[in-house]
Structures are given as structure tokens and as C-alpha cells.
């Protein structure tokens, strides 16, 4: 055997050892009565399995009560069947954030997430627990468009898994992904009070700003603003502008939101090789849409939809606008001028929707490119979604539904 081999051995057996130690909230302070806050013990935890290389931070059968706290790399947070991990609504409790990173520079935010992570590596959240971000006075105090906290934010993070967790009473957004890569959402249901006016009390479901190899499947989402938003618009000094991509999203059921699946408007860095399939779409405002515009810029390219059934759809089933403009009054004829290419164009090009079924208040299909630069080649197959508004094309070439190409 060579001295690697032995290396490596040797390192698999600490890193199987160091992932199987427990480390149960309780021992360090935490209250399983939810009576006394456990912010300060769940934080120990957290940074006693962290400087023993990770483990499992457990919450065992109970209430809790906690203020925001942060996750660190190789840490599982495991919770038992039924507990209940409620956060404070005090806002003193939430202080404006600026983290410094080790690259010198720093990341703020107007308020510290309830649960955040900044550059960690190999997480998971499990369990059927219900996460409860008792979100109610936040949205009566600081009403859109105010911001408010996330409840979860990973920043340029690696290998996180979500798993099971009923997330409920979101401030913002629910689960915000930035500069995220391999991330894994699984079984996991995300429930805040409908909305359906613009602006909405800003509670996305999922929001990626911009990430890679997301894989969302068997989820449930239920909310006052996109059930799940994909954006790929921001320039961080270091990271410069990623592309938003190979994203998986399956297997899952819609009720309230803005957007079913929304793409966009933030499309400058690009979005491309998007899959969304198997899943039921029931009463949110509009089912799939592609929305940027001028000025915005960016490539909005392969982009897949396969057997998606969307019932009782409030607005267009499935939409594609680069004329949006954060409304959607005369989203018909807008941008009428045509002005010449540059940087700042948006292009949307090769969408394939196939087996999209169900019935939608106004269009079935709406889409509306551009005059200098038309959205190209979008192919429906199996296209079934009954509108009484029938379909609306407009700055469009090579559109073809179920076979006819649309002249
Ligand atoms: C965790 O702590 C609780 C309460 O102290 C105890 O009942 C339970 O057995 C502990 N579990 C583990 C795995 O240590
Ligand atoms: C809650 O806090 C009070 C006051 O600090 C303390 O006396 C009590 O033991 C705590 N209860 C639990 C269950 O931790
Ligand atoms: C996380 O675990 C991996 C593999 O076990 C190890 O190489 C790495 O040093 C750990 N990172 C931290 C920050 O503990
Ligand atoms: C991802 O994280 C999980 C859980 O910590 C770990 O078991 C797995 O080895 C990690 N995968 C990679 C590729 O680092
Ligand atoms: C989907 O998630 C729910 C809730 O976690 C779970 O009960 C169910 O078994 C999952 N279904 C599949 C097919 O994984
Ligand atoms: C597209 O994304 C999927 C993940 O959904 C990934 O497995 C696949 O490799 C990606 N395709 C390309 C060409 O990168
Ligand atoms: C289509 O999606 C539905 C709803 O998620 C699912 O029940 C069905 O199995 C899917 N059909 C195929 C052929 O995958
Ligand atoms: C869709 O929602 C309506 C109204 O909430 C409900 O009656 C119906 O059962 C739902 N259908 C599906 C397939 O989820
Ligand atoms: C959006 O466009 C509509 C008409 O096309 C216009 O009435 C509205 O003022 C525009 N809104 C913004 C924010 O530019
Ligand atoms: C289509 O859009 C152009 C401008 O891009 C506008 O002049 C025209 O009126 C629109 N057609 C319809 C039918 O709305």
C-alpha cells in the first residue's frame, strides 16, 4: 500500500467519526419547553460541533424558542419527528448584518436572517419539524415594499441539503440562495398567507440570485409572492456575474404565489438549462414566466417544461415578457419604439414546453418580445391549457404549438 492510500484511510475513518457525533441542543442550555430562548445554547452547539470539524446538531422532541443564528460547514441540523422551532419577532433581535469575508470585502443586509450561513460546505437541515418565523408582525410593521429577514440565506455556499422541514411565517423571503451551488431541496413544505397584489409582502418560496445545480423536487409551496423565483443579476467584486443554471425542479405542487416557477426579471448575468417537470401548479397567479427587459441584458436560453398540469391559473398560464416593467397594465403593447441592440438587450430564445395542461384566466400563451429582438424559437408540444382569451404573440419568430408554426 502506497503512503496515499494509508493518508486516505486514515482520513475517511475521522471524517465517519467526526459526522457521527451528536450534539443535542439541551446539553448546552437549550429550553425544550419553547419558554426561554434558546438562541445563545443553539449557538454553542453550533460552534462546538463546528470546531470539532462538524456533527449533528440535534433538536430532540419539544418547543423551541430562538433568535437568528448561523450555520457553520459540516453541520447537520437534525430535528425529531413534531418539534417546533419558533422564532422572536422582536426586531432587536434581527440588527442590520455586515459580514466581513475573507477576502476583505463585506456583504450587508438590512437585517440578520433568522437561520444564515456565509461560505459553509456540506450542510443539511432535516427532519419534520415545523420552522415558524412568526412572521405576522413583521409584515404589519414594515409592509412592502420594506425589507425584512430572510428566514433561511446561504451566501456562497456548497452541498446544502434541505430535507423535510415545513418552513411557515416567513418575514421575506423563505429560502434565499446567493452565489449557491449544489443545493438540494427535498420533501420540504413552505406555507405564508396567499397574496396576489404587486408588490406582495416579497415571501418567495425559493429565491436564487444567482445559483447551480438547485434541485428542487417534491415540495410544496404556498406564499405570498413567487413560489419560486430563478434571477442571475449580481456583480460581487470577487465572485463577478455567474449565470444561473442546471436547475432541476420536480416532483412538486404550487397553490398561492405570484409565479408558479418565475424566471427573471433579473436576467443580466443569463439563465439557461432549466428543467421543470412533473408538477401541479393550483390558483397561483401566473403558472410559468419568463419575464426581463430592456436594460436589464442578459441570455435566456433552454429552458425545459414537461408534464405540467396548472388549474385554475389567475393571470396567463404561461408567459414570456421582455417588455415587463413591475406592472402588468398594457404589458399588451408596450415598448412600442424600436431602439437599436447594445449590451443591455435581453434575448430569450429556444423554450420547450411539452404535456402542459389545465386552464388560465386570461392567455393561455402570452408572449411579447421586443422589436429589436424578438423572442426565437419557442416549441410547445402537447399544449392542452383552455383560456376563453385564446393565445397573444406578439415580436415573436419560430413560435411552433402542438406542430403549426404561429405566422
Ligand atoms: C438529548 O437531551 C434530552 C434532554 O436532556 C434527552 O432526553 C435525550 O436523551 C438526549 N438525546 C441524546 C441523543 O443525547
Ligand atoms: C428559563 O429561564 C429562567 C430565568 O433565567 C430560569 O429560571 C428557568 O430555569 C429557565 N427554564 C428552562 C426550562 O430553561
Ligand atoms: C468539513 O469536513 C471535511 C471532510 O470531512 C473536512 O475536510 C473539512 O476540513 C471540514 N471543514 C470544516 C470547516 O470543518
Ligand atoms: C455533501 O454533504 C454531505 C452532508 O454533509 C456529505 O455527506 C457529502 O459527502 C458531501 N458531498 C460532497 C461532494 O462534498
Ligand atoms: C414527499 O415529502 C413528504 C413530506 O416530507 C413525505 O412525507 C413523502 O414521503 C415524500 N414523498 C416522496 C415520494 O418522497
Ligand atoms: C443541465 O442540468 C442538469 C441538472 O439539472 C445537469 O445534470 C446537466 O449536466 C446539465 N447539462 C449541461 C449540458 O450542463
Ligand atoms: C406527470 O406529473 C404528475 C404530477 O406530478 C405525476 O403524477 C405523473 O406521474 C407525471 N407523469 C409522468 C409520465 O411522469
Ligand atoms: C385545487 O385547488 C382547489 C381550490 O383550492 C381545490 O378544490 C382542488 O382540490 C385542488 N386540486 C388539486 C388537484 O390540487
Ligand atoms: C409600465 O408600462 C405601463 C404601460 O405600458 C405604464 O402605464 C406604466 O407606468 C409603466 N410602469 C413603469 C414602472 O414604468
Ligand atoms: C405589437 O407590438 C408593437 C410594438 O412592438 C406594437 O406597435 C403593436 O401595436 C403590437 N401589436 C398588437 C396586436 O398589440
Redesign the pocket.
Known sequence: MTLGGIAGIFLAVVSLTASATVYNVTDFGADSTGKNASTTAITKAIDKASEDYGGVVRFTKGQYLSGPFELKSNITLQFDDDVVLKFLDDPKEYPPLTKLLPNGLTFSLPYTPLIRAFIVRNVVIRGKAILDGNGAPWWKRLPPPNARPQFLFFYQSYNITVEDVAIRNSPMYNIQLIYTDHVLLKGISIKNPPSYVDPGPNTDGINCNPCR?L?VTNVTVDTGDDCVALDADLGDKLMGRWPT????IENSHMFAGHGAVSIGSATTAGLR?I?VRNCIFNGTDRGLYIKTRRGRGGLVEDIHYHNITMLNIRKEGVAIAAVYNGTDEGMHERNIHWVPIDDTTPFIRNIRYRGIRGNSKLESLFIVGLPERQVLDVILDDFHVQSEKGIFLNQTQHIIINGKEQL
Open positions: 445545480y434541485h443554471e442546471h436547475i432541476l438549462n428543467t
